[in-house]
């Protein structure tokens, strides 16, 4: 059932008013208020589908009580319709929609304009309503959907933290851009320039690895349980030799390959 709010500072005008709302939409509920400030306390309790709202009234006028509710976050979704008993020139009608009302209707009230103004803001209103309640519920599922990533970024990085292959993100220069800590224990940190991961593999293996890596460019091809040595420098110089596959991945719009190194 629509609810309608009425507010108006002379009773004879609500009395008139919520008789004909209730004679052209007979489904309805009129609710009526005698000021501006009891109006908006209402709108605030009622949460009704459409408010008429009097212009011309003492203390606070209707431009007054138009511009509080279309501020407030509780009430700036309702449709307002303003009445006046007064001629609505352009510059009125501009004045209230600049404030926010939506519909303009002059006293006296014709019957079939009230009806059609009214069911045009319940339509406006219902439609809000579907809109705010598609909004909700795609925010919820966007929502899980981010703590479902959270989620699995969490388990990924306990994965590639905790296991004993060494897993590197590469460049097409080959130049590491990122490296796990099994990586980074046995290499130490990897430096940020092109090229680099070629200096690290065995001489004697460097032939195919470049051949491995450029079929993988040009050709697309994959590169799957590659042998080959890497060489750990320092003050115990020695060689590891590893399986690795690469895969290639789309990180924030940047091309990487993905490469996991098992020592065997």
Same mark, same amino acid.
């Given at each position: 059932?629509?609810?309608?709010?009425?507010? /108006?500072?002379?009773?004879?005008?609500?009395?008139? =008013?919520?008789?004909?709302?209730?004679?052209?939409?007979?489904?309805?509920?009129?609710?009526?208020?005698?000021? !501006?400030? /009891?109006?908006?306390?209402?709108?605030?309790?009622?949460?009704?589908?459409?408010?008429?709202?009097?212009?011309?009234?003492?203390?606070?006028?209707?431009?007054?009580?138009?511009?509080?509710?279309?501020?407030?976050?509780? *009430?700036?979704?309702?449709?307002?319709?303003?009445?006046?008993? =007064?001629?609505?020139?352009?510059?009125?009608?501009?004045?209230?929609?600049?404030?926010?009302?939506?519909?303009?209707?002059?006293?006296?009230? /014709?019957?079939?304009?009230?009806?059609?103004?009214?069911?045009?803001?319940?339509?406006?209103?219902?439609?809000?309503?579907?809109?705010?309640?598609?909004?909700?519920?795609?925010?919820?599922?966007?929502?899980?959907?981010?703590?479902?990533?959270?989620?699995?970024?969490e388990k990924f990085r306990l994965?590639?933290? !905790? *296991?004993?292959?060494?897993? *590197?993100?590469?460049?097409?220069?080959?130049?590491?851009?990122?490296?796990?800590?099994?990586?980074?224990?046995?290499?130490?940190?990897?430096?940020?320039?092109? !090229?680099?991961?070629?200096?690290?593999?065995?001489?004697?293996?460097? !032939?195919?690895?470049?051949?491995?890596?450029?079929?993988?460019?040009?050709?697309?091809?994959? =590169?799957?349980?590659?042998?080959?040595?890497?060489?750990?420098?320092?003050?115990?110089?020695?060689?590891?030799?590893?399986?690795?596959?690469?895969?290639?991945?789309?990180? /924030?719009?940047d091309q990487l390959y993905y490469?996991?190194?098992?020592?065997?």
């Amino acid at each position: 059932m629509p609810k309608i709010l009425v507010i /108006d500072d002379r009773r004879d005008n609500l009395l008139a =008013i919520e008789a004909l709302l209730e004679h052209l939409i007979p489904d309805c509920e009129v609710v009526t208020s005698q000021s !501006g400030i /009891d109006g908006l306390e209402k709108a605030q309790e009622i949460q009704p589908d459409t408010i008429l709202l009097d212009i011309q009234m003492p203390i606070m006028n209707g431009y007054e009580v138009c511009k509080r509710l279309k501020s407030d976050n509780h *009430t700036k979704h309702i449709p307002v319709i303003m009445v006046t008993a =007064i001629e609505t020139d352009t510059q009125s009608r501009i004045k209230g929609l600049e404030i926010g009302g939506d519909a303009f209707i002059a006293k006296p009230i /014709d019957e079939e304009e009230l009806a059609a103004q009214v069911n045009v803001m319940l339509r406006i209103k219902q439609s809000q309503g579907q809109l705010r309640k598609e909004k909700e519920n795609l925010e919820a599922r966007e929502q899980l959907k981010t703590k479902a990533l959270q989620e699995s970024e969490e388990k990924f990085r306990l994965l590639v933290e !905790g *296991t004993h292959d060494l897993i *590197t993100l590469i460049d097409s220069t080959a130049k590491i851009c990122w490296a796990n800590p099994e990586w980074e224990k046995i290499f130490g940190p990897a430096t940020n320039e092109p !090229g680099y991961l070629f200096s690290m593999i065995d001489p004697q293996d460097l !032939g195919k690895i470049r051949s491995a890596w450029e079929g993988m460019l040009n050709e697309n091809r994959q =590169i799957r349980n590659l042998e080959y040595r890497l060489l750990v420098k320092g003050d115990n110089p020695r060689s590891i030799e590893v399986e690795a596959a690469v895969h290639k991945v789309d990180l /924030d719009g940047d091309q990487l390959y993905y490469v996991i190194a098992h020592d065997i």
